[in-house]
């Protein structure tokens, strides 16, 4: 049973451009959650999708975008890269109407804006 | 303040030694709880869910004071292997987790 992809596993951008992150949810599991985590701190929430919807969202700005396809997989796309958007960027998959629920959490996508 | 606020750490302690730790939350609707372990430079993985009643596996305890927003973790007979970073996280609205910044374990020989 493979659990959640993610990849790439490292990208290097520099500032402006734009990237594109990648995420397979563990088998049976139809939610998909972004978090972004800073050296040093806990996972910051980003969003959340189900049914292809994005139902939650942190306080992130609009720069951070997402889509969910009809295999539950999911990307996060980061517009205008910033200095400050350089972290480990998290993917957990659950299955959302089996609560309370835990989640599972990828390898990550670690990525570097010089 | 932070939603979800831990002890700083870091935590340097003997093999054998029993360590706890802190988690405090602010959002009294907040509904389920869990610790999530993650190693240096990995995801976090799930450690254990948190009930009222208090759980415990192995050599690990979970407790959750609801009426305090408490949460706390308590391992005993430390292990090498237990060195890690230890995360309390906090669900409000359904799958919406909150972490907190984690405490950092380091089991000395």
């Known amino acids: 049973d493979a659990g959640v992809t993610q990849s790439p596993t490292h990208l290097i951008k520099t500032r402006g451009q734009q990237v594109t992150l990648r995420c397979s949810p563990k088998s049976g599991h139809d939610t998909v959650s972004w978090y972004q985590q800073a050296l040093g701190q806990g996972p910051q929430f980003i969003f959340q999708y189900y049914e292809e919807e994005e139902r939650q969202r942190g306080n992130f700005p609009d720069r951070f975008s997402g889509h969910q396809y009809p295999n539950y997989s999911s990307e996060l796309n980061v517009n205008a890269l910033l200095l400050g958007d350089s972290a480990l960027y998290l993917c957990a998959s659950s299955q959302r109407m089996v609560g309370p629920d835990t989640q599972y959490f990828g390898p990550g996508t670690r990525l570097t804006v010089l | ?109």
């Open chain 2, 1 to 109: 303040r932070k939603e979800v606020e831990q002890d700083p750490g870091p935590f340097n302690v003997p093999e054998g030694a029993t360590v706890a730790f802190n988690c405090t939350y602010s959002n009294s609707a907040s509904q389920s709880f869990f610790w999530y372990r993650q190693d240096c430079r990995k995801e976090p993985k799930l450690l254990m869910s948190v009930y009222s009643s208090g759980n415990e596996d192995g050599r690990f305890t979970a407790q959750l004071n609801r009426a305090s927003q408490y949460i706390s973790l308590l391992i005993r007979d430390s292990k090498l292997s237990d060195s890690a970073t230890y995360l309390c996280v906090v669900d409000n609205y359904g799958q919406n987790f909150v972490f907190g910044p984690g405490t950092r374990l380091s089991v000395l020989p």
